[in-house]
């Protein structure tokens, strides 16, 4: 039997509020605390949350002197919803509430308290949902840390590749920080693959401002895709690949790119290395379509294409050489 402690259709911040103020209660029961157990099973973020809503509590004190009345209304509050009650257990709503009291004194911390990381292994991919109907779509061994603060969203890619979907909202803006540069959504869809030297951004609906270290911004539209390197300089903008964004459908498409940066490609969603004999292979050129979930396959296709072949392969490393004689 679940107990009704909380209400699943609020955000996990304003859940994670009621969890800190009931477990630091006084008259806190030992059914609240299985239900707050069955709460932090439910999803791996919510031990993050609650997290950041416990430091947010036992910093509280610190406020006493900038925010006195907010914390004596709190109390206040508390008190006589629990007069009014015959059973210790409060809504969920008058919990948050008395907290988002404190919390108005230093709204800086807010976003602390809607922080996520989302993350995926190699070869996982993954779709998160946003308390605000945004979303993001994780590539393999990605790694996205998306924190609200009053006035705005914001997002850092920290590796890999994300896919974003965001609902526009011009009173809070949503802006993807990469390396170098900031993309802001200006009502879109966009990819944002973050590599060791650079940076892509390819947009497949609507528009970004894409602004870097070097203080320069672009405007990219639906169609486009940019890049831009550890020192912020941006290049040309140009239209994007069939491969943009095919990983969501578990595919690696390439047209005309180099047996090299197929290899590389393929190398983000296997852990283990493929590798060539000999240098000269890797200016040969591949195009096609490929399963990102499948090495086996991915590599037959290739074998059968080019002249390459399996030279030797462990779990470790796959080696690949010349098929001619």
Known sequence: MNAPFTNPDDSPSAQACYWVVRLHSADCTEAERLGFMRWLAQDKNHRNTYHAAAALWLQMEGLRTTAEPQLQAARTYLLQARQKRSRPTLSWLAIAASLLLVLSA?????????TATYRTKIGERAHFALSDGSSIDLNTNSEVQVYYAWNARKATLLSGEAFFTVRHNSGKPFEVTAGSGRIRDLGTQFDVYRQVNEVAVAVLEGEVAVNTSQGTASFVQAGQQINYDLAGQLSAIAPIGS??????EGRLTFAGQTLAEALKQ????????????????????????????????????????????????????????SSNK
Do not use: C
């Open 106 to 114: 230093a709204p800086d911390w807010w976003a602390g308290l809607n």
């Open 243 to 248: 491969e943009t964004a095919a990983w969501r």
């Open 266 to 321: 393929l190398n983000r969603y296997h852990p283990v290395a493929l590798t060539l004999r000999d240098p000269k292979l890797s200016t040969l050129r591949v195009s096609g379509s490929f399963p990102s979930d499948n090495l086996k396959l991915a590599l037959d296709t290739l074998t059968a294409a080019l002249p390459i072949k399996i030279i030797s392969s462990s779990p470790q490393q796959i080696l690949l050489g």
